[in-house]
């Protein structure tokens, strides 16, 4: 069983920006799809962005430019940098992992989940 430890959330100010963290508890990290989904509260958990075990990357529109997915196999750590952050960007971070083939846009595509970061940003 994978475990994923986000960290980095908290409470920024519009225009601001965050770094998230998470860490992997797997030897073979590098085989792994990463990506960090979000869910605003009453609303369903949302794919952001995705990066692949070839360093490819994928985002959301809503984003798209804004936020940055990265990798670092040697310490098992995906990251996500959010700059220009805007309070519709308020939500609970997820980060998601699988190894194997499937949809990398979905919630169902993803064996692994971590226990969630919040992310709050206020106007």
């Known amino acids: 069983q994978v475990q994923l430890v986000e960290s980095g959330g908290g409470l920024v100010q519009a225009g601001g920006s965050l770094r998230l963290s998470c860490a992997a508890s797997t030897r073979t990290f590098s085989n792994y799809a990463m990506a960090w989904f979000r869910q605003a509260p009453g609303k369903v958990r949302e794919f952001v962005t995705t990066i692949r075990s070839g360093g490819s990357t994928f985002y959301a529109d809503s984003v798209k430019g804004r936020f940055t997915i990265s990798r670092d196999n040697a310490k098992n750590t995906v990251y996500l940098q959010m700059n220009s952050l805007k309070p519709e960007d308020t939500a609970v971070y997820y980060c998601?992992?699988?190894?194997?083939?499937?949809?990398?846009?979905?919630?169902?595509?993803?064996?692994?989940w971590g226990q969630g970061t919040q992310v709050t940003v206020s106007s």
């Open positions: 998601a992992g699988r190894v194997g083939s499937g949809s990398l846009f979905y919630t169902k595509g993803y064996d692994y």
